[in-house]
């Protein structure tokens, strides 16, 4: 059973930076997809971004490109979101996901992700 924990979310001012880990356990990872999607209030859950298990591939929305970078630990099978120069429109309930996607056009959808965590808020103040 593939379990999600997410943390790191919190209260920062625009501008400021924030890191969210998804610590994942339950199987090995080497051919699976893992993803961040965020949920602000009213909104459809969207993609942010997404990296390959095995090769590092990345992936990212138009919106968080320059600005956020995703990663992946390995050894602590922990993936990460480093959150740069935020702004008050990232606020939101950020989802780590995770599944084994072939298809690039899969990644950004958040309807193949079959694993996903409980989600951790981050607020933007400005």
């Known amino acids: 059973q593939v379990q999600l924990v997410e943390s790191g979310g919190g209260l920062v001012q625009a501008g400021d930076s924030l890191r969210l880990s998804c610590a994942a356990s339950?199987?090995?990872?080497?051919?699976?997809?893992m993803g961040w999607f965020r949920q602000a209030p009213g909104k459809e859950r969207e993609f942010v971004a997404a990296?390959?298990?095995?090769?590092?591939?990345?992936y990212y929305a138009d919106s968080v490109k320059g600005r956020f970078t995703i990663s992946r630990d390995n050894a602590k099978n922990t993936l990460y979101l480093q959150m740069n120069s935020l702004k008050p429109e990232d606020t939101a309930v950020y989802f780590c996901?995770?599944?084994?996607?072939?298809?690039?056009?899969?990644?950004?959808?958040?309807?193949?992700?079959?694993?996903w965590g409980q989600g951790t808020q981050v607020t933007v103040s400005s």
């Open positions: 996901a995770a599944d084994y996607l072939y298809s690039t056009t899969d990644i950004y959808r958040q309807s193949e992700y079959g694993y």
């Open positions: 339950g199987r090995t990872f080497g051919n699976y997809v």
């Open positions: 990296i390959r298990w095995s090769g590092g591939n990345t």
